[in-house]
């Protein structure tokens, strides 16, 4: 069969989740329950954030953003993978795959520079206490922000725009539940060297920075603890990184499980596996990370409820 342009290809077939037909009615059920915790969870964050003065600060700040790319990148994928497991309809059209590799790349983008600016945050608050509210003022916070989605949408926009120029054959098959772009290059009938370049070299720059920024921010923590090493200190510290330390592992750990194991043969369900803990369980369990580690956060939300009895 010869390859065909995009423009004639209106649509792919989705493989979806390697189970078996009969489990298909208790993983719908539980991605159910997981998806929509996802959605209160994240939505409970912005909520307190926006109604507690006390959670005004550039910490929640960038949580709130971090709680918005959260529930929009679980929603990406999980909502047409639970359409797809009810109908057994898993075709997608061409449009709706561009769509949801740039979204998909988008939101990973915006998680991953909003997390660097937590870890600079936290390494701002504990090295330099005294200085805090002047390095972090409203102005410095929300052009951190802006840069985060300026970034995300830029290199979204790259990677999705390289992807649109290549091939594919009529009646394509993605092996996976939604249009990962690394599937998507291994399914094109192009030559897709540019697009691999690009990933290797620009997106190998940019984790690199990503990671060596929240490596070195804690590693000064770290030699801020040790000079004077204290119970005290390092019980303050505890409680100001720890919810942020834990979403970084969790984070990259899950990055990990997806990009760093062979994507062929028997590891092909590996792989989708971990993308399932990596677009549904881990922004299902920040929320909660921050929420059960954070005293701030249970403030707000005994005060929400107090006031809930009071009227």
Not at 264 to 281: P, Q, T
Request: glycine share 6%; hydrophobic share 45%; net charge positive.
């Amino acid at each position: 069969m010869g390859p065909g342009n995009q423009s004639t290809v209106s649509e792919f077939l989705l493989l979806g989740l390697p189970v078996p037909p009969e489990q298909q009615g208790m993983l719908f059920a539980l991605f159910l329950g997981m998806y929509l915790t996802t959605v209160l969870g994240n939505l409970l964050i912005i909520l307190l954030v926006s109604l507690d003065s006390r959670l005004h600060t550039p910490m929640y700040f960038f949580l709130s953003h971090l709680a918005v790319s959260d529930v929009s990148f679980a929603s990406i994928t999980v909502p047409m993978m639970l359409t797809n497991m009810q109908s057994q309809c898993r075709s997608i059209t061409y449009s709706g795959c561009i769509s949801q590799v740039y979204f998909y790349i988008f939101f990973a983008c915006l998680d991953s520079f909003l997390l660097t600016v937590m870890a600079y945050d936290r390494y701002v608050a504990i090295c330099h206490p005294l200085h805090y509210t002047s390095i972090m003022r409203d102005k410095v916070c929300i052009l951190l922000v802006v840069g985060c989605w300026l970034f995300s949408f830029a290199r979204a926009l790259m990677h999705t725009l390289l992807m649109n120029r290549l091939s594919f054959r009529a009646g394509t098959i993605i092996p996976h539940f939604f249009c990962d772009l690394a599937v998507m290059l291994k399914s094109s009938c192009s030559d897709t060297s540019l697009n691999e370049l690009l990933i290797l070299t620009e997106g190998g720059l940019v984790l690199f920075l990503l990671v060596s920024g929240i490596l070195g921010s804690y590693i000064h923590i770290t030699v801020i603890i040790l000079k004077v090493p204290s119970l005290q200190k390092f019980s303050k510290v505890l409680s100001t990184c720890g919810s942020h330390l834990s979403v970084v592992l969790l984070y990259y750990g899950t990055i990990a499980g997806v990009y760093y194991f062979p994507a062929s043969g028997k590891f092909e369900d590996k792989n989708i596996i971990s993308s399932v803990m990596y677009m549904v369980v881990t922004p299902m369990l920040n929320p909660f990370i921050y929420s059960l580690r954070n005293n701030d956060m249970k403030r707000a939300l005994q005060k929400i409820f107090s006031r809930r009895n009071y009227t």
